[in-house]
């Protein structure tokens, strides 16, 4: 079983800056890969970005690219996502998943992923 508590959502302006994290407990011993995903009122989960298990690979929407940035740190068993040059457009709740069957860069379905947090909202005004 793996917990995930996602935290640093907000309210911010256009062009502004926000860092997510997603703290992980409670997990098996054998190693996930890890997602964000983002959900606006009344649209389906879109995949935001991914990384590997060992930290070295990260895969982005194009909608976010060269703006948002993964990093996982070990010693917190923790996930960041740093978000800059924030758009109205990104306004979202944020979820982390974890794909416990996968060690690689993490699939663009949100089916594939079998933990999920609990969301954390993000606003961004013009």
Request: hydrophobic share 30%; glycine share 12%; charged share 15%.
């Amino acid at each position: 079983q793996v917990q995930l508590v996602e935290s640093g959502g907000g309210l911010v302006q256009a062009g502004g800056s926000l860092r997510l994290s997603c703290a992980a407990s409670g997990r098996s011993t054998n190693p996930y890969a890890m997602a964000w995903f983002r959900q606006a009122p009344g649209k389906e989960y879109e995949f935001v970005g991914s990384i590997t298990w060992s930290g070295g690979n990260t895969d982005y929407a194009d909608s976010v690219k060269d703006r948002f940035a993964l990093s996982r740190d070990y010693a917190g068993n923790t996930v960041h996502l740093q978000m800059n040059s924030l758009k109205p457009a990104d306004t979202a709740v944020y979820y982390c998943a974890a794909d416990s069957s996968n060690v690689g860069l993490g699939s663009y379905h949100s089916s594939d992923y079998d933990y999920w947090g609990q969301g954390t909202q993000v606003t961004v005004s013009s």
